[in-house]
């Protein structure tokens, strides 16, 4: 975030048309449809009533819808005192293009409500909540056809599950209510894996870049991940499910850690569980005993290391501290966290930056598997798992017979046959799904990265791509 004094930059949503513009100057779009694609189609403002704690709150809450090109819009909820227009703009536009990344088919769309929800309990929480939705469903700016939210920053499943039952009040005959948002409860709608998906994105995202040595070196590293040193910022939803994974099963090194309290930084790694236990039961990192911790937390992103996550909220890596950044690789878990200016400093030092339209999709691309089960009313997998188990069984089953014929000359290990026979349930399949999304789009970036002589970085690349396709998108509509 930027101190007081400090250098003036483009707002968020000034930065990410930027960010567009440096792509369509590169492309040969039709002569307005640069402008069409570029704009917010319309921003729902909505200010409304609710009585606490003996007398009435007045919230202000947002939805805006930044491209139809495909129906429903998608894109988070987040609640927020910093949420504003301009805010919840940006966010629509990276949903649209991020969407058009990973053929997820939506268009985009964000919202936003001004609230901290630290001041409220949860009964009061759950009434703004209901409110708020009953504002957009009446819009239908929630709708499984037309407007379909999910978490964001603030808000979760709990969140998401109240607004699905809001919804269903109002629209009691629909049977397609769950869908109208996702990120719900399993109980209530929702997919195994969706809390974790944009973390696990991230980690595949990362698992991919690190399958070509040469994205690697341009990266100035080496090797695989394991025994790399990470800095997260931000210990929610994405930076500790990506955090988690990346430690536990890539054997990376988290050294770092900024919270909105302050930071922790140890050079032989911190334990993420035992961070994530603390804040949960502290509120905070402060006081965290195995590591040296800073008041000033945004100052661990300037640490040495290898790579940084910065996952909390946008602008936090900017022109008044980007010349003290070290990470050769960042990957973008956050929406927007490197300023227009700051991007094009770190470009020019040969920064690799895996921009946030891909690296944080994780999140909408299992929200579309979610949408997809609640308009099919059956779970991922239903149907064909136990065949799927009986004709590998048919396998295992001849395979020992072939053996007993031939004097059980050799066996099939207990670990092997066990795995192989078990069919694949909802969450592996959701995992599949990602990890195939992450990586097409991955491929179709780096196509055009390593391709096109006037291409040098990897968001210019994801806005081609993203772009491109909206545009056939418009054209197959006759636009
Ligand atoms: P979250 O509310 O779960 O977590 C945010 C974390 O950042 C919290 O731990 C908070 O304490 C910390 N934080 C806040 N201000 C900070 C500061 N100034 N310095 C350091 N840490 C700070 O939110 P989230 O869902 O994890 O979202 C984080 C980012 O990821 C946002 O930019 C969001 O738009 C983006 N994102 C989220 C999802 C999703 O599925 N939740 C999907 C795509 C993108």
Same mark, same amino acid.
């Given at each position: ?31 307005? +449809? ?235 790694? +911190? ?36 790579? +940084? ?171």
């Amino acid at each position: 975030m930027q101190n007081p004094g400090a250098i003036k930059e483009p707002s968020f949503r000034e930065s990410v048309d930027l960010m567009f513009n440096r792509a369509v100057a590169l492309m040969d779009l039709p002569p307005g +449809l640069e402008e069409k694609i570029r704009v917010c189609n319309a921003t729902y403002t909505v200010r409304f009533g609710v009585r606490l704690r003996g007398q009435i709150h007045t919230f202000t809450g947002y939805r805006s819808v930044h491209s139809e090109h495909m129906e429903p819009v998608k894109g988070g909820i987040r609640y927020a005192l910093s949420v504003n227009q301009n805010e919840v703009e940006a966010l629509a536009a990276l949903m649209t293009y991020k969407c058009a990344l990973v053929e997820a088919p939506f268009g985009g769309s964000k919202g936003g409500l001004c609230i901290d929800p630290r001041d409220w309990n949860d009964d009061e929480l759950e009434r703004i909540t209901r409110r708020f939705a009953f504002e957009l469903i009446k819009r239908d700016l929630i709708n499984p056809s037309q407007n379909v939210p999910a978490p964001d920053m603030g808000t979760g499943e709990r969140e998401m599950a109240w607004i699905a039952d809001q919804y269903h009040r109002m629209n009691t005959t629909d049977i397609n209510s769950q869908a109208c948002v996702t990120g719900k409860p399993l109980h209530a709608g929702g997919i195994a894996g969706r809390v974790e998906a944009t973390g696990r994105g991230v980690q595949y995202a990362l698992r991919e870049f690190f399958r070509y040595p040469e994205d690697v070196a341009a990266a100035q590293l080496s090797g695989t991940l394991d025994g790399k040193r990470i800095v997260v910022q931000g210990l929610g939803n994405v930076g500790y499910h990506a955090a988690k994974f990346l430690q536990e099963e890539d054997g990376a090194l988290i050294v770092g850690i900024a919270e909105r309290d302050g930071g922790l930084f140890n050079a032989a790694g +911190l334990n993420v569980e035992s961070v994530h236990g603390w804040i949960a039961k502290h509120g905070g990192v402060t006081g965290y005993p195995d590591a040296t911790f800073v008041a000033d937390g945004a100052s661990v992103l300037e640490e040495e290391c290898d790579i +940084l996550i910065p996952a909390a909220l946008e602008g936090t890596i900017n022109l008044n501290n980007v010349t003290r950044i070290q990470a050769t690789l960042i990957i973008e878990a956050a929406n927007g966290p490197v300023t227009a200016g700051a991007d094009e400093y770190l470009r020019n030092k040969g920064v690799v930056i895996i921009p946030d339209m891909y690296a944080n999709a994780g999140g909408v691309t299992v929200s579309y598997f979610e949408w997809v089960k609640n308009l099919s009313h059956i779970r991922f997998g239903r149907m064909q798992r136990r065949q799927e188990e009986s004709r590998h069984q048919l396998v295992v089953d001849e395979l020992e017979r072939l053996n007993r014929n031939i004097g059980d000359a050799w066996s099939i290990s207990p670990d092997f046959k066990a795995k192989y026979l078990r069919g694949a349930d909802e969450l592996e399949l959701v995992r599949s799904g990602l990890d195939d999304t992450m990586r097409a789009a991955y491929q179709s970036m780096r196509e055009i990265w390593h391709g096109r002589d006037d291409v040098t970085d990897l968001r210019v690349a994801a806005y081609l791509v993203a772009i491109s396709r909206i545009e056939q998108s418009y054209r197959a509509k006759g636009l």
